[in-house]
Structure formats: structure tokens, C-alpha cells
């Protein structure tokens, strides 16, 4: 299943999250908006910049710094990945979770920009999730083959709203997470996380 998942997110998960937020990004934007908006920067930057295009980690980092995590709330998605452990975590811990977690998801990004040729994002539909302020933007991936259906879970933050979560083909991309940190936590706990995920990322620090 998680072989599965991870050929999902190597094609498409990294559409609106690896993309620039532009002037027409105002403050406030719709979630709509968001999406379409970041989806349709970053096809074109995958199309147009060769270094991206031959899977430059460097390359890709940076980008995800200065374009991504303004869009994303990883506090967040990493906290809800580790779940309850994360309350015991010390500051240095929940740091360096973030930090080798954001790295386990560049990685993966690198080769699916590699991939990014003729895709196209539409938003199907948008919907209210019930006693919170979050919602759901649903979308495809149109190209060749079957359309592939992508959900963002979003949340507002002041006058800006956050991606929280993904749903690519069905599977969350942090509940997806949260079972394979649960292995790690229940033999190492925090720590042993740590060293799994730094230990999966080596070869993306060479």
C-alpha cells in the first residue's frame, strides 16, 4: 500500500506545494485560489528550469523554503505525523523531526519534478469540514491516463489559509506517515525516530 501511495505522491503530490506565491496572492485568498494559483506556478517552473528537471536536491531545497512553507503549516503536519509523542518532545527534538521530515518529503519531490511534463490541475469542488475552521479542496491531475484525484486539507491562519494535509488517491499523506513514525516511536521512541529518519535522509545530505 505504501509503495502505492508513494508512486502517487512521486507524480503529484508536490503540484501545489512546491510552487511560488506571486503577486496575484494577495492577502486572503480563497482556498480555490490558493491551489490553483501555486499548482499552476509550479508546473511551469518544473517545465522551464533545468536544474529541477535533472532532480538538483539544492535546488529544489531552496525553492521549498522561500516558496513552499509559506503555504504550508509543517508544525502541524509534522506534529499530527508523530502524534502523541509529540507532546513529550523537547523543543530541540520537535526541531530536528521537522527538519529530517521536511527533508524525507524533498527527497521525494526531487524525482517527481523530474516527471512533471503536461499535467494539468482542476479544482472540482470545495467543502466545509464540520465544528472546525478547515476545509477540503478537491481536485485531479489531468494528462495522460486516468485523472488522479488529489485532496487538500486546508486551515486559516489570520487572513491566510494553510495546507495541513493531503489526500493523494484516497490515502492522507500524514496518516500514511503517522503508521510508519508509530514503528519507529514504539521501538525508539522520539529519539529513535530521529536516527531512522536521518538515517533514510543520508543519502540526500551526499
Known amino acids: 500500500m505504501f509503495a502505492k501511495f508513494r508512486s502517487f505522491v512521486a507524480t503529484t503530490l508536490l ?12 492577502a486572503g485568498p480563497t482556498p480555490e485560489a490558493l ?8 508546473l511551469d517552473t518544473a517545465r522551464t528550469d533545468k536544474a ?19 503555504h504550508v503549516d509543517f508544525e502541524v503536519i509534522t506534529r499530527s505525523a508523530v ?59 489531468r494528462g495522460k491516463g486516468e485523472p488522479i484525484k488529489l485532496d487538500y486539507r486546508l486551515d486559516k491562519r489570520g487572513e491566510q489559509w494553510k495546507i495541513i494535509d493531503v489526500n493523494v488517491g484516497g490515502l492522507w499523506l500524514v496518516q500514511n506517515y503517522r503508521t510508519q513514525f508509530a514503528q519507529e516511536l514504539s521501538k525508539g521512541g522520539i529519539d529513535g ?11 540526500a545530505r551526499s
Open 83 to 141: 502524534g502523541v509523542q509529540w507532546r513529550g518532545a523537547t523543543a530541540d527534538q520537535r526541531s530536528k523531526l521537522q527538519a529530517e521530515f521536511k527533508l524525507l518529503l524533498i527527497r521525494v519531490y526531487a524525482g517527481a519534478l523530474t516527471q512533471l511534463k503536461d499535467q494539468a490541475v482542476e479544482i472540482t469542488r470545495t467543502q466545509a469540514v464540520s465544528g472546525s475552521t478547515q476545509v477540503i479542496v478537491q481536485s485531479e491531475v
Open 52 to 70: 529541477i528537471q535533472a532532480g538538483d536536491v539544492a535546488k529544489i531545497s531552496a525553492l521549498v523554503e522561500s516558496k513552499v512553507m509559506p
Open 193 to 203: 525516530l530521529i536516527a531512522a529518519l536521518v538515517e533514510r535522509n543520508k543519502g
Open 15 to 26: 503540484l501545489p506545494l512546491l510552487a511560488g506565491a506571486g503577486a496575484a496572492l494577495a
Open 35 to 42: 491551489i490553483r494559483q501555486v499548482s499552476t506556478e509550479v
